[in-house]
T-cell receptor, first 115, second 113 residues
């Protein structure tokens, strides 16, 4: 079975600063994918970034980057130049090859961006 | 490009009733997955439909059932509602191949009284 752990229930960051949201995972599968989603108060889960277990480079998408450390089984999300609109819940999720196409989610981190 | 849509937005039911939630996938997608998100938790996988068949199922009782139509839209049915079924129900669509990203709809918030 696979597991995602997000140990930061809440985080604060000042506007224009960078913030790192932590995610560790546990799986015995060698082939897997890691995702980050953003969930505003409206409820919709918005896809941010993806990292495959065999990808050698860390994924980047605009202001989002994924700090992937395979040996430590961590997949931290880094948001650069935070904006007020970044305030939301952030979920880390995993999909493993042997698990079909289902996603396993962590419990999330509530991020608040302050002026 | 239309994204994933879900209906209704909100729903209030009483214990023992039955409910049907609907989902239309993103244009071009053929696979639909359903997730339950209880308050303060991450989403939990219910099941996934492809080619009108249930392809994979999570740890949910048989009270939860689904259907996929030829146009790839999907329904989630829950029978004999319990108070614990109160949650946000999220639909996600993707392509059938394993490597594809799932895109989520806005969800249906179900309250069971």
């Amino acid at each position: 079975a696979q597991k995602i752990t997000q140990t930061q229930p809440g985080m604060f960051v000042q506007e224009k600063e960078a913030v790192t949201l932590d995610c560790t995972y546990d799986t015995s599968d060698q082939s897997y994918g890691l995702f980050w989603y953003k969930q505003p108060s409206s409820g919709e889960m918005i896809f941010l970034i993806y990292q495959g277990s065999y990808d050698e480079q860390n994924a980047t998408e605009g202001r989002y980057s994924l700090n992937f450390q395979k040996a430590r089984k961590s997949a931290n999300l880094v948001i650069s130049a935070s904006q007020l609109g970044d305030s939301a819940m952030y979920f880390c999720a995993m999909r493993v090859t042997g698990g079909g196409n289902k996603l396993t989610f962590g419990t999330g981190t509530q991020l608040k961006v302050e002026l | 490009d239309a994204g994933v849509t879900q209906s209704p937005t909100h729903l209030i039911k009483t214990r023992g009733q039955q409910v049907t939630l609907r989902c239309s996938p993103k244009s071009g997608h053929d696979t639909v997955s359903w997730y339950q998100q209880a308050l303060g938790q991450g989403p939990q996988f219910i099941f996934q439909y492809y080619e009108e068949e249930e392809r994979q199922r999570g740890n949910f009782p048989d009270r939860f059932s689904g259907h996929q139509f030829p146009n790839y839209s999907s329904e989630l049915n829950v029978n004999a509602l319990l108070l614990g079924d109160s949650a946000l129900y999220l639909c996600a669509s993707s392509l059938a191949n394993w490597g594809d990203t799932q895109y989520f709809g806005p969800g249906t918030r179900l309250t069971v009284l």
